[in-house]
């Protein structure tokens, strides 16, 4: 969420930054909003002070033998006035904190604006790979190796599904062992969420209420429709890793905190059904291991370069071709300020897809969430920065994999940090 004291202090300069994200804000309702809010606490005071002096001469007056009837009506009466103004302070207040909370991050100074057409490529890795054959794409390599049933994945759960088997399970299961190990050599806190949340999480990591039609939620009669009462199945672990410490304040010896999280992950919106979206590039449900770290916004910075390290380095080490792309305003997703995604070679498309985005919210979730540290320097209560990087998603690095390392025979080459895993040098 944006400091509401940023807005109220300098509304131009943060409409001309959510412009950049193609945000029209009518940044007037917040001032207008926050003014209605200060003029009832200002009634409410008066109202409270009111009822004290009142209170205060009605001992005295009772002891000089005075008719006090009066006095207590109106003490009484000022309390019901009291609880009235306190009702319409918490829904001016309500009111503020949802249109607030519906506006998108503030874009870090160095991002452009615009949409993907201003996406800068950072850097490329490698080479695009050559055939002296005629290359088949993943789907067909996958149907043809038993990797992937689409036609039962399909019968099971509808379209956007898939299953893996027999050694595209254990090609699946060797890219997660793989990422594991690395994070865990890293130093980061290995952590398994729960995969049903609730409307805490998505209020806490910037996806609702704006965000909540997109994600699938979980049915329960007790909460008789009320989505708040409800959970939604998680779309990605960051949504749960960084509301670990939701309303806690943190030492800042304790951080930065270094997480990372394993789970299928679950799009209500799964994309269109164009060629370039076929087999597993989108689905409903896919695995994704995710890192996250909350830190100090000193350290924000240096801890957004070590995750973009790493994503690169785990592309890097099963020997794909890729880039690096810094995303422009419009292109971040809403509650980050900043975002670089790690975009894989997909021979067939003749395009890049996206593996990890590796992005900093700054203190936005955090203000959503209440995750504070106390400074050793100030002694007051601060908000944390929090940060993500995809570490990896597995639904189109496996692709890669498969597209990238075709042989001439239809064999696909294991790259070789993931063989003790699959338990083979080579998939016929």
Known sequence: MIDIRMILADPDGVKARLAKKGCDADLGKVIELDARRRELIKKNDELKNERNRASAEVPA????????????????????????????????ESELNEYVSCLPNLPDDDVVAGGKENNEVVKVVGRKPEFDFKPLDHVTLCTRLGLIDYERGVKLSGSGHWLYRGMGARLEWALLNFFVSEHLADGYEFILPPLALGYNCGYGSGQFPKFRDEVYWVENADAEGDRKKMKFMLPTAETALVNLYAGEVLKESELPKKLFAYTPCFRKEAGSYRSEERGMIRGHQFNKVEMVQITTPDKSKAAFEELVGKACSLVE???LHFRLSKLAAGDCSASMARTYDIEVWIPSMGIY???????NANDYQARRNGTKFKSAATGKNEFVHTLNGSGLATSRVLPAIVEQYQQADGSVVVPEVLRKYVGTDVIR
């Open 61 to 92: 007056l009772k002891k000089a033998g005075k008719d006090v009837s009066e006095i207590i009506a109106r003490t009484k009466a000022i309390g019901v006035e009291i609880s009235e103004g306190d009702k319409a302070l918490a829904a001016a």
């Open 317 to 319: 080490k099963l020997g």
């Open 353 to 359: 897809k996206e593996v990890s985005s590796v992005s």
